[in-house]
């Protein structure tokens, strides 16, 4: 159960988490924590994507997802999108900001993870497919979150990224290029948005089976 500490460390602060779509996911533990801690939260999912993957979409469906978020703490909304559209991250901004009045997080937990094979399996298409989801959106989310911020101190902007700097991700070259072109901005990104009181990091979770390993 999702423990409420009241008035909890993030009372009053509102929170968007992209990638919301298992219960055995990072994005759901972190919206759970997010609501443990106080925060009204907006979820963002798109269960397409799990469902072909080799360990599924959530066996409860999206409706279970929610309702174990909803379990003790109201949660404040969701949204569905399909981030390789180039207009998703507004859109999905957009409906947050008209959930919550505004915004004060936005955590980037969405991924296109599935491997995308050997080099000599790979064409533009999967490529293009990584990047438009798992770079090009992450960076117009940041950029929405930011044009949206109403300038109150504590903007905060987490970006998960993966291990592809610290050694070879097998099967997984335009994953690990999309993943890895975010830690490299990290630091243009962070002081671009310092001067609007938006803090920004990027957090490698490190191996977290979620499904893939089992």
């Known amino acids: ?57 959530d066996p409860g469906g999206i409706e279970a997802v929610l309702d174990g978020l909803r379990a003790a703490v109201p949660l404040a909304g969701d949204v569905a999108a399909d981030l390789v559209e180039p207009d998703a991250p507004v859109r999905v901004v957009d409906a947050a900001v008209r959930l919550l009045g505004h915004l004060d997080v936005l955590v980037c937990n969405h991924a296109r993870s599935n491997p995308d094979g050997a080099l000599g399996a790979l064409d533009a298409g999967i490529v293009d497919g990584h990047w438009a989801v798992d770079a090009r959106s992450t960076i117009l989310l940041a950029q929405e979150f930011a044009a949206r911020h109403d300038g109150r101190p504590g903007g905060r902007i987490v970006l998960l990224t993966s291990g592809q700097g610290l050694g070879p991700m097998p099967g997984e070259v335009a994953y690990a290029a999309a993943k890895g072109a975010l830690a490299a901005i990290t630091a243009t990104l962070a002081d671009q948005l310092a001067d609007a009181g938006i803090t920004l990091n990027t957090v490698n979770p490190g191996p977290v089976d979620t499904g893939y390993l089992s």
């Open 1 to 57: 159960m999702t423990e409420r500490r009241d008035p909890g460390p993030l009372a009053g602060r509102s929170a968007l988490v992209t990638g919301v779509s298992r219960r055995a996911g990072i994005g759901y533990a972190t919206a759970r924590r997010l609501l443990g801690y106080g925060a009204h939260v907006v979820v963002h999912h798109h269960v397409p994507h799990d469902a072909g993957q080799p360990w599924g979409a």
